[in-house]
């Protein structure tokens, strides 16, 4: 029976093969590295950047292999989805159509309506809201209220916007002539805003009132809940900016005409060459009129261009200044695109802008408006053709 020699048993011993085994992988390894035709350091590096780029490797199939998994666990079969309610009546409640946005809560709004047929007059009254969408960042919204009646929509009217609120008090009301067999066809909408003087205003929510089903034999007064805007909206004319400026010693009235966008197309080649009318009325008489340049081909055109007016302390209260947008065409009659007015006789956003401009006297106050038919703003205003003689002024 063979029996191993005591040297080999010993510790020293498989020390010392431990060591010549050690020596000859290294050695291996050297000579392996001096067959490869590169200095010492390049292979170095290369082995380093090897092994990171497979570590980096390891490490994206590690992450994929988690997404996977995780991915498949919040997989569910389609049917606990969508949790069905039992009713008092047994039968499962159908989940809401849209989308989340849709489902969320607008806020309601407290209007009344009452008829007068002896004098054709609808009067709506815009009483308060409540619970309204927060638009702004801060949590909050400046909301106002804009009334008008389809489908003629000749006038629209605008209640004074509220600052920082979801629950805003208006008690405002809005006459409308109309014949009792129209307000059988009409519609009247109630649609809240979220003022913002430097954009376009966004729409919270609205109301549509079928007036053909009222029942006109007393007055309406009722809380509602907002809905989600119709999907056909009133025609968009495009918008524009401007700044006014009074200084009441000289009484020198300033109006800069700043830009204009999303203009609407009148030129066959969906664009348009577009200028700026701008008009003062006194006493609801055409009085003085001033233009901008025109811009070619453009239906987003930036002006900047500034008129000043002479009008005295006791003229800025019965004074409107009308902003018209048109399209230039050097061979048939120019057509017209929007238009806007501002004054002491303006509703809503129009007021808002002319106050801020008189309770700031020096200071310039911009702020963007959305352009209305001229036909809609011709019957608001009425102006008449030509303004008296000076020797006929009250003034």
């Known amino acids: 029976m063979w029996l191993p020699s005591s040297s080999s048993s010993s510790p020293s011993a498989i020390v010392s093969d431990l060591l010549n085994t050690n020596t000859t992988a290294s050695d291996l390894v050297h000579g392996i590295i001096e067959k490869i035709p590169l200095p010492q ?9 090897g092994g990171i780029v497979l570590l980096l490797v390891v490490c994206c199939v590690c992450v994929c292999c988690c997404r996977i998994k995780r991915k498949k666990r919040r997989q569910k079969p ?9 009713q008092t009546g ?64 000749t006038k629209t009217c605008e209640t004074k916007v509220l600052k920082n609120t979801l629950n805003a008090v208006f008690n405002e009301t809005f006459n409308f002539q109309i014949s009792k067999a129209n307000l059988l066809t009409s519609t009247a909408v109630l649609q809240v805003f979220d003022f913002d003087r430097f954009s376009k205003h966004q729409i919270i929510g609205e109301l549509r009132l079928k ?83 025109i811009k070619k081909n453009t239906l987003n055109p930036y002006y900047n261009e500034a008129f000043t007016f002479r009008v005295s302390m006791e003229q800025i209260q019965r004074v409107n200044v009308v902003i018209s947008v048109w399209d230039y065409d050097p061979m048939t009659p120019n057509d017209p695109t929007g238009k806007i007015f501002l004054g002491c006789d303006a509703p809503g956003n129009q007021l808002r802008h002319w106050a801020d401009m008189l309770a700031n006297p020096r200071r310039p106050v911009a702020q963007w408006h959305a352009l209305l038919s001229m036909q809609q703003i011709d019957a608001t205003l009425a102006l008449k053709k030509k303004i008296p003689l000076a020797s006929n002024l009250p003034f």
């Not at 389609?78 to 039992?86: I, S």
């Open 41 to 49: 350091w390049a292979v170095y590096i290369l082995s380093a950047v």
């Open 78 to 86: 389609a049917e606990p989805l969508v949790k069905l309610q039992t």
């Open 211 to 293: 007036l053909g089903q009222v029942d006109w034999n007393h007055v309406i007064e009722e809380w509602r809940d907002l809905q989600e805007p119709a999907d056909v909206e009133e025609e968009n004319l495009g918008e524009i900016c401007f700044s006014l400026r009074y200084v009441p010693t000289p009484g020198k009235l300033t109006v800069v005409i700043l830009e204009a966008k999303n203009l609407k197309s009148t030129d066959r080649d969906g664009s348009s060459d577009p200028y700026v009318k701008v008009q003062l009325a006194l006493d609801k008489r055409k009085w003085k009129k001033k233009t901008t340049s």
């Open 90 to 153: 047994g039968e499962p409640a159908q989940p809401d159509a849209g989308d989340g946005a849709s489902k969320q809560p607008r806020g309601k709004l407290l209007y009344s309506l009452e008829f007068d047929a002896a004098v054709s007059e609808l009067v709506v009254g815009v009483k308060q809201a409540s619970s309204l969408k927060a638009m702004d960042l801060r949590g909050t919204s400046d909301p106002y209220v804009k009334v008008y009646i389809l489908p003629d929509k």
